[in-house]
């Protein structure tokens, strides 16, 4: 007996098939070989030995067949953590950096956040459209295809409402599936005092933005220099009132306790944490939040690298991201598992995994994003390489051929 399905999708032959986390608890995966998937109306309906699959859903009788001999298929990259909307340019800010100038220096003299912040809020909402579909292109070709995407470089209510707009937007014209994060606590603003910014980010922006009705989290920068643990306690709380879940750049230069907060409120996700202690992540993994690392920024900033073991080591998930910003250009989920791998020490599968799975897990997403088991959404990436190794391994340029969303194949190689 054959079976087929409307809208089908299949994959054959391939040489290796991640499917996702082996189990719930660990940092391994399962990977079958000889392999094939299965996708109807935008799931995965099947994963299996391919030749048991193929006499079962017959490719020639599918909308779409792929042979993957001698490839891999991975699942679709999840970034849970970019800035991805912005104006202007900073690469002069590279050099600077390079003649030993510190980030909190550029910043302090209006540098930095702040410089971006006067760009875009010059810039029009079509302009800066064009430039974040330009950047989710990039992103996508890379193998990415949900991307959480922040606002924070208009910090007041009129621009951060103008940069949400975007990202929905840029969401519905493109396929790669964009998560909303309202950031009005991003920096201080050059015309605001930081306890009267806080006031207008609780008082005037937080309403709005839930009226509008398009973020689904609530980020701050709890930093020293930026906001303080009261004044991101008093920002996450009120985007909890109006039904934004929290997240939090915690311990990103120094350690002011942005992660004994987020593991306090049952943050979503706390993101950075390279000054984190063992009680930061004792508490993290206590509380279920999901810690996010960003390599790229490490890079970029030339700073130490987070510890990422140390979080596999208490059981917490450990997810990755880009960071992709005007001060860390990196687009390419697949360089971040390099830079996850040789500096931070962790094996191409756990890689792999922070940047699927517990990636997902780090926006909110458990409807199985991130894998490619049955019922889960069918975003899947086909390599041109016979082993997933090859993401990170293959730094120079990218592994991946074809790009699918939803069951269908929105790019592929040539």
Do not use: W
């Not at 048991?52 to 891999?72: C, F, H, L, M």
């Not at 840029?170 to 790669?176: E, G, S, Y």
């Not at 990436?381 to 016979?386: C, D, H, I, R, T």
């Amino acid at each position: 007996m054959t079976e087929t399905g409307a809208h089908t999708l299949v994959i054959h032959d391939a040489a290796e098939l991640v499917v996702g986390p082996a189990t719930e608890s660990d940092a391994t995966l399962e990977v079958r070989e000889d392999a094939a998937l299965v996708a109807a109306d935008g799931a995965v309906v099947a994963v299996g030995e391919s030749e048991a699959i193929t006499r079962k859903y017959p490719p020639e009788n599918a909308d779409v067949a792929i042979d993957a001999s001698g490839q891999a298929v991975v699942p679709g990259f999840v970034d849970p953590h970019t800035h991805a909307v912005f104006a202007g340019d900073r690469s002069d800010e590279f050099e600077a950096r390079l003649r030993g100038k510190r980030y909190q220096e550029i910043l302090e003299e209006g540098g930095g956040i702040l410089r971006t912040v006067r760009a875009t809020r010059d810039a029009s909402a079509d302009r800066l459209l064009e430039r974040l579909l330009a950047h989710l292109e990039t992103m996508l070709t890379h193998g990415t295809t949900t991307a959480e995407v922040k606002s924070g470089y208009g910090l007041e209510t009129e621009t951060e409402l103008e940069l949400l707009e975007v990202i929905d937007r840029a969401d519905a014209a493109q396929p790669v599936d964009c998560v909303a994060t309202f950031m009005g606590a991003h920096a201080v603003p050059e015309e605001r005092e930081a306890d009267d910014y806080v006031d207008a980010v609780v008082d005037d922006q937080l309403p709005a933005v839930a009226d509008q009705g398009i973020a689904a989290f609530c980020d701050v920068f709890c930093e020293e220099g930026v906001f303080d643990v009261a004044q991101s306690r008093r920002v996450l709380e009120a985007g909890r009132r109006v039904g934004l879940e929290p997240k939090v750049h915690a311990e990103e230069f120094t350690r002011l306790g942005g992660a004994e907060l987020a593991a306090e409120l049952g943050a979503t996700s706390a993101d950075h944490l390279l000054y984190a202690t063992d009680e930061d992540v004792d508490a993290l993994a206590a509380a279920g939040t999901v810690p996010v690392f960003l390599p790229g920024t490490a890079f970029a900033l030339d700073e130490a690298y987070a510890d990422a073991r140390a979080f596999l080591e208490a059981g917490a998930p450990v997810a990755l991201a880009t960071d992709f910003n005007p001060n860390c250009h990196v687009r390419s989920m697949g360089f971040v598992q390099t830079l996850a791998c040789l500096e931070m020490g962790l094996a191409p599968a756990e890689a792999l995994l922070g940047a699927t799975h517990d990636a997902a897990l780090a926006i909110g997403r458990e409807d199985g994003t991130g894998t490619l088991r049955e019922g889960a959404p069918a975003d899947a990436l086909v390599l041109e390489a016979p082993s997933s190794v090859h993401v990170a391994y293959r730094f120079d340029t990218s592994a991946v051929e074809t790009v699918l969303k939803g069951g269908e194949v929105v790019r592929r190689r040539g």
